[in-house]
């Protein structure tokens, strides 16, 4: 570090410079005296870089954390840094150390415990100048630290002074009456004892007392009395109608039982199962007490509130508490607050086909309308999505009106006709094996004259195959035949006759309806246009109709497929 001198006649317009007592490095240390007309002595620290007055401001915190009693003032600004320190009276520790004699316990107690606080911050005994007075041990100047030490350096440089303290003769000061301190252990091995015989007293012949009823009492009350009369008490949960929660509802042993003190009695109290609070959001006030009714809960305080920034409809729940989700117990009441309407606004609705019946309800409370029905319709789109909507998309209408939405199921196929049972198969029969007949002895054949058809020709022999020997000795074996192919007249190949049948369900949705036939030929219609009031609950059946290959019926409602009939 570069030193930088004070002012040779007067430090900080404040302190006269006596003389010079010692430099080391940016520190130069002299006596002044101070404008009372005392003598101090002002270390000046010379500060010329950042890492100079990181320096100086470290060594402030650590003179912070000691407070050494030597030191009267700090003063760290720009152009001035440093430290003022006044003479305290006393030995100094190295004097101290080497005197002869006991040493007063206190005293070598506090260089210890000295040592200890200086070693936190990285500072050793070396590094201070100490001066013990009587049973006092103090700071008399404290030099700066560019690096504080580390443990180990601090314990060698605290060694040689520590040392000599723990291996001279310390001298213990006396207390005075140390005769009498036995009494205080003799007064407590009597008290002692006669708690003892207390206690055996009780346990033996404990005293008996009447239990008094606290049946509804609320718990904590119900406990406190109890304990007051020397019973010892735990709980027990359980559930009873018609009881406030947490009140007690049974108790073991019952009342008017007779028990000795400190005994257990088990209170049972009323904690029936948490409930979930519904959502009543939307609702109107009777839908919310229903809904309220189904959950053992009770419709409480109903505050009315305009509920034009909410956009929420006449006679329409907009908040409640507790809130939707959250735990409650049975009978708890639930307030809510409910919308006078929404005054003079209109609104409209987006396009909701396609959405969820619950993605569109949310649109529609975001307009400020509220969804009153939601109608079922048997479709092809995506079941549990919005199929049409009223009012219609971005049609202004008063807010707080009602919106239907009409959202699709899946289609309901009526089989054509009931199936029937299926066929037993056939009772097995084992075949009987036949006997062969004796053979007879062949007549002579009378000749006869072969024709060109019959006759074989001279010189060859008819072929013999496997299929001309009989299997039983004197059988033939008849031909094969195959079978008659019934004959349909002039219907061509492929092609069958077919009858469609359906009965149209009594429900049937409102529109035009009509049955066409597919098959490899293309498409036909069987049945004309017809209303859905004159099919409701219509058994109908269809001329044969001729087709081809694979065929089915299709009912077709406003042209569009409704149903199919395999026939």
Same mark, same amino acid.
């Given at each position: !570090?570069?030193? *930088?001198?004070?002012?040779?006649?007067?430090?900080? +317009?404040?302190?006269?410079?006596?003389?010079?007592?010692?430099?080391?490095?940016?520190?130069?240390?002299?006596?002044? &005296?101070?404008?009372?007309?005392?003598?101090?002595?002002?270390?000046?620290?010379?500060?010329?870089?950042?890492?100079?007055?990181?320096?100086?401001?470290?060594?402030?915190?650590? /003179?912070?954390?000691?407070?050494?009693?030597?030191? *009267?003032?700090?003063?760290?600004?720009?152009?001035?840094?440093?430290?003022?320190?006044?003479?305290?009276?006393?030995?100094?520790?190295?004097?101290?150390?080497?005197?002869?004699?006991?040493?007063?316990?206190?005293?070598?107690?506090?260089?210890?415990?000295?040592? =200890?606080?200086?070693?936190?911050?990285?500072?050793?005994?070396?590094?201070?100048?100490?001066?013990?007075?009587?049973?006092?041990?103090?700071?008399?100047?404290?030099?700066?630290?560019?690096?504080?030490?580390?443990?180990?350096?601090?314990?060698?440089?605290?060694?040689?002074?520590?040392?000599?303290?723990?291996?001279? &003769?310390?001298?213990?000061?006396?207390?005075?009456? $140390?005769?009498?301190?036995?009494?205080?252990?003799?007064?407590?091995?009597?008290? $002692?004892?006669?708690?003892?015989?207390?206690?055996?007293?009780?346990?033996?012949?404990?005293?008996?007392?009447?239990?008094?009823?606290?049946?509804?009492?609320?718990?904590?009350?119900?406990?406190?009395?109890?304990?007051? /009369?020397?019973?010892?008490?735990?709980?027990?949960?359980? %559930?009873?109608? +018609?009881?406030?929660?947490?009140?007690?509802?049974?108790?073991?042993?019952?009342? +008017?039982?007779?028990?000795?003190?400190?005994?257990? @009695?088990?209170?049972?109290?009323?904690?029936?199962?948490?409930?979930?609070?519904?959502?009543?959001?939307? !609702?109107?006030?009777?839908?919310?007490?229903?809904?309220?009714?189904?959950?053992? !809960?009770?419709?409480?305080?109903?505050?009315?509130?305009?509920?034009?920034?909410?956009?929420?409809?006449?006679?329409?729940?907009?908040?409640?508490?507790?809130?939707?989700?959250?735990?409650?117990?049975?009978?708890?009441?639930?307030?809510?607050?409910?919308?006078?309407?929404?005054? =003079?606004?209109?609104?409209?609705?987006?396009?909701?086909?396609? /959405?969820?019946?619950?993605?569109?309800?949310?649109?529609?409370?975001?307009?400020?309308?509220?969804?009153? %029905?939601?109608?079922?319709?048997?479709?092809?789109?995506?079941?549990?999505?919005?199929?049409? %909507?009223?009012?219609?998309?971005?049609?202004?209408?008063?807010?707080?009106?009602?919106?239907?939405?009409? @959202?699709?199921?899946? &289609?309901?196929?009526?089989?054509? &006709?009931?199936?029937?049972?299926?066929?037993?198969?056939?009772?097995?029969?084992?075949?009987?094996?036949?006997?062969?007949?004796?053979?007879?002895?062949?007549?002579?054949?009378?000749?006869?004259?072969?024709?060109?058809?019959?006759?074989?020709?001279?010189?060859?022999?008819?072929? @013999?195959?496997?299929?001309?020997?009989?299997?039983?000795?004197?059988?033939?074996?008849?031909?094969?035949?195959?079978?008659?192919?019934?004959?349909?007249?002039?219907?061509?190949? =492929?092609?069958?006759?077919?009858?469609?049948?359906?009965?149209?369900?009594?429900?049937?949705?409102?529109?035009?309806?009509?049955?066409?036939?597919?098959?490899?030929?293309?498409?036909?219609?069987?049945?004309?246009?017809?209303?859905?009031?004159?099919?409701?609950?219509?058994?109908?059946?269809?001329?044969?109709?001729?087709?081809?290959?694979?065929?089915?019926?299709?009912?077709?409602?406003?042209?569009?497929?409704?149903?199919?009939?395999?026939?």
């Amino acid at each position: !570090m570069t030193a *930088t001198p004070p002012p040779a006649t007067r430090i900080d +317009g404040k302190y006269d410079v006596l003389r010079e007592l010692s430099r080391d490095g940016n520190v130069t240390r002299s006596e002044v &005296r101070a404008a009372e007309g005392v003598t101090r002595t002002v270390a000046w620290f010379g500060v010329a870089s950042p890492a100079e007055r990181h320096v100086f401001h470290t060594y402030r915190a650590v /003179l912070r954390a000691l407070s050494p009693a030597g030191l *009267t003032d700090v003063v760290a600004r720009p152009g001035a840094y440093y430290t003022v320190w006044q003479t305290l009276a006393g030995t100094p520790l190295d004097a101290f150390v080497a005197q002869g004699g006991k040493k007063p316990a206190e005293a070598v107690e506090a260089v210890r415990d000295l040592a =200890g606080r200086l070693a936190e911050h990285g500072y050793a005994l070396t590094d201070a100048d100490i001066v013990v007075d009587g049973h006092d041990v103090r700071i008399a100047y404290l030099r700066a630290l560019e690096t504080p030490h580390t443990p180990e350096e601090v314990a060698a440089l605290n060694a040689p002074t520590l040392t000599a303290l723990n291996g001279g &003769r310390v001298r213990r000061r006396r207390q005075p009456g $140390a005769w009498l301190t036995f009494i205080p252990g003799l007064l407590f091995l009597g008290g $002692a004892g006669y708690l003892g015989a207390q206690a055996a007293q009780t346990f033996l012949n404990p005293p008996v007392r009447e239990v008094v009823d606290v049946s509804g009492t609320e718990a904590k009350a119900a406990a406190a009395r109890l304990s007051a /009369l020397g019973f010892r008490v735990q709980y027990d949960y359980g %559930q009873a109608g +018609g009881r406030n929660i947490g009140s007690i509802i049974r108790q073991d042993p019952p009342a +008017g039982t007779n028990l000795p003190l400190g005994r257990l @009695v088990t209170l049972t109290v009323n904690n029936p199962p948490a409930i979930e609070v519904p959502r009543l959001e939307e !609702m109107n006030v009777a839908q919310a007490r229903d809904a309220l009714k189904d959950r053992a !809960m009770v419709l409480g305080k109903v505050v009315r509130v305009d509920g034009t920034l909410s956009n929420t409809p006449e006679g329409r729940i907009v908040a409640q508490l507790p809130e939707a989700g959250s735990s409650a117990q049975r009978g708890q009441l639930v307030q809510v607050m409910v919308s006078t309407g929404i005054s =003079g606004k209109e609104t409209w609705l987006p396009l909701l086909t396609g /959405l969820t019946a619950e993605q569109a309800k949310q649109h529609a409370r975001a307009a400020g309308l509220v969804v009153t %029905q939601v109608r079922e319709q048997p479709s092809e789109k995506q079941p549990g999505t919005v199929i049409d %909507q009223t009012p219609a998309a971005f049609v202004r209408v008063e807010a707080g009106g009602p919106v239907v939405l009409t @959202v699709a199921v899946a &289609r309901y196929s009526a089989p054509s &006709r009931p199936a029937d049972s299926l066929p037993l198969p056939p009772v097995y029969v084992p075949v009987t094996p036949v006997q062969p007949e004796p053979a007879q002895p062949e007549a002579p054949a009378p000749e006869t004259t072969p024709t060109p058809d019959t006759a074989p020709t001279e010189g060859t022999d008819t072929p @013999v195959t496997p299929e001309s020997i009989p299997a039983t000795p004197g059988t033939t074996t008849p031909a094969p035949t195959s079978p008659e192919t019934p004959t349909t007249g002039d219907t061509p190949a =492929g092609t069958r006759n077919v009858t469609f049948r359906y009965t149209f369900p009594a429900d049937l949705a409102d529109g035009s309806y009509s049955v066409v036939v597919r098959d490899d030929s293309g498409e036909r219609e069987i049945m004309p246009a017809a209303d859905a009031g004159a099919l409701r609950g219509l058994a109908a059946t269809s001329a044969s109709t001729s087709v081809t290959g694979d065929a089915v019926f299709i009912i077709r409602r406003d042209g569009t497929d409704f149903a199919t009939v395999t026939p």
